[in-house]
């Protein structure tokens, strides 16, 4: 089994900045693409940002020059840095990985952290 566990989340006014933290555990060989998205109320989930294993980044227009994705593969760990907050940012974030354990590769998904930009 494979867990997916997001940290960093919470209440933060527009301009300010917030880092979250996703670690993976469990039954290991590789991870491959790691990566963020958002769900907002009424709305669909949407990507944020991915970062492959060789260290390859993409990102949403709209957090492009705000955002910034990393991993540290020696801890199994993506972030998410995010600065210049705005309240259009206000959203569940959900980590996405992908996984090889055993024979498989897989999608795991976190459970989510709540992210609200607001004064």
């Known amino acids: 089994q494979v867990q997916v566990v997001e940290s960093g989340g919470g209440l933060v006014q527009p301009g300010g900045s917030l880092r979250l933290s996703c670690v993976v555990s469990?039954?290991?060989?590789?991870?491959?693409?790691m990566g963020w998205y958002r769900q907002a109320p009424g709305k669909q989930r949407e990507l944020v940002a991915t970062?492959?294993?060789?260290?390859?980044?993409n990102y949403a227009d709209s957090v492009r020059g705000r955002f910034s994705i990393s991993r540290d593969n020696a801890k199994n760990t993506v972030y998410l840095q995010m600065n210049n907050l705005k309240p259009e940012d206000t959203a569940v974030y959900y980590c996405?990985?992908?996984?090889?354990?055993?024979?498989?590769?897989?999608?795991?998904w976190g459970q989510g952290t709540q992210v609200t930009v607001s004064s």
């Open positions: 469990g039954s290991i060989r590789s991870i491959y693409t």
């Open positions: 970062i492959t294993s060789g260290g390859t980044t």
């Open positions: 996405n990985v992908w996984v090889l354990s055993g024979p498989e590769l897989n999608g795991y």
